[in-house]
């Protein structure tokens, strides 16, 4: 039987990246630290180990029991802005983590290495983002996850290991983390109007985004190794029709049937405007008919109704704060540079 790893695999997206592994009739090794996920959110016929990959020695002793045929590396912490004031947690997590598994993967020879990255690459690019688009991305977030990308290239030129990346953007859906307040918009606004409170917009609220259903990415990242064509290239996924932030708040509070009630906060540093062009995912891999925003937010609304709201997390080690926007920074009880 084909063996598959997912790490990440307690998290949202990761979550449902296993599953659809799992229906693949795949051997899954999920593995998560449980710092932003959830043991619950793993699907069942998972093989669920608690570790991170920043713990190499871990990691090397897990390849040890059995090669993996297939890795799916969704761990991440995706926080874009947030990513400024946690630079070295950033790039631990998102850089030096990949490379943990890429060493790993190249060892064992791995017959292909899926990795999510982000649109976050292609900084304030033209819009529609293309794949033949010069990143420039302007986070740190950003930066790592390009960073692994040509980390990859460079490992599959010299020693042979094919690898597929995913440029996902603004997925949501069932299982997201809506306790997280520095990420997941649609998540944050949800959360709020189950405690009562009106939806927080940074600025002006004409910030751009495509918001994509996670059951339009999770299938087409699980399959993608079964598709030799697309070894060697990079991809974006998602969907295609932007909205505003000011749309989208409409948007959620029809979903619990409520009023739009937005509280503006000052401006944070951000691309303005980001959404994808994914003809070339539709080329390689096919097309299918998008979940529409108002259809997936009804179900995002339905799993988040049955969960319950959750109380806010506070990042507990922020390394930076100059610059951070004020309502961040009450979440610093750690290091700080002024």
């Known amino acids: 039987m084909t063996r598959a790893l997912v790490t990440g695999v307690a998290g949202f997206i990761g979550s449902h990246v296993?599953?659809?592994?799992?229906?693949?009739?795949?051997?899954?090794?999920?593995?998560?630290?449980?710092?932003?996920?959830?043991?619950?959110?793993?699907?069942?016929?998972?093989?669920?180990?608690?570790?991170?990959?920043?713990?190499?020695?871990?990691?090397?002793?897990?390849w040890h029991e059995a090669k993996f045929d297939y890795v799916y590396h969704l761990a991440a912490y995706a926080a874009e802005g947030l990513s400024h004031f946690i630079r070295r947690f950033n790039y631990t997590n998102n850089l030096i983590g990949s490379v943990n598994l890429i060493n790993l993967a190249a060892i064992h020879q791995v017959k292909c290495f899926v990795f999510t990255s982000s649109i976050a690459v292609y900084g304030a690019n033209q819009v529609?983002?293309?794949?033949?688009?010069t990143p420039m991305?302007?986070?740190?977030?950003?930066?790592?996850?390009?960073?692994?990308?040509?980390?990859?290239?460079?490992?599959?030129?010299?020693?042979?290991?094919n690898y597929i990346v995913f440029r996902p953007h603004n997925v949501y859906g069932e299982r997201q983390n809506i306790a997280d307040k520095y990420r997941n918009v649609i998540g944050i606004f949800m959360n709020l109007l189950l405690r009562g409170q009106p939806m927080t917009v940074f600025g002006d609220g004409q910030q751009s985004r495509a918001f994509s259903h996670?059951?339009?990415?999770a299938p087409v990242i699980a399959g993608a190794p079964l598709v030799k064509d697309a070894y060697g290239q990079v991809f974006n996924v998602g969907s295609d029709t932007p909205y505003t932030v000011l749309e989208l708040a409409r948007e959620v509070a029809a979903a619990f049937d409520v009023e739009a009630r937005v509280t503006h906060l000052p401006a944070r540093e951000e691309v303005v405007h980001a959404f994808a062009s994914h003809e070339k995912a539709a080329r390689v891999f096919g097309t299918t008919s998008?979940?529409?925003?108002?259809?997936?937010?009804?179900?995002?609304?339905?799993?988040?109704?049955?969960?319950?709201?959750?109380?806010?997390?506070?990042?507990?080690?922020?390394?930076?704060?100059?610059n951070m926007p004020a309502s961040w920074r009450s979440a610093c009880d750690g290091p700080r540079t002024d």
């Open 128 to 133: 529609p983002m293309t794949e033949q688009l």
């Open 18 to 62: 296993a599953e659809h592994c799992v229906a693949m009739g795949l051997d899954v090794v999920g593995i998560d630290d449980l710092s932003g996920g959830f043991a619950d959110n793993v699907p069942k016929g998972v093989d669920f180990r608690v570790g991170s990959v920043v713990d190499h020695e871990w990691l090397g002793a897990l």
């Open 137 to 161: 991305p302007e986070d740190p977030y950003g930066i790592s996850k390009y960073a692994v990308e040509l980390d990859l290239e460079a490992a599959r030129r010299l020693f042979g290991l």
């Open 290 to 322: 998008p979940i529409p925003l108002r259809e997936g937010i009804r179900r995002m609304a339905e799993w988040v109704r049955a969960s319950g709201p959750r109380s806010p997390v506070d990042f507990q080690s922020l390394e930076v704060t100059r």
């Open 214 to 217: 996670v059951d339009d990415v």
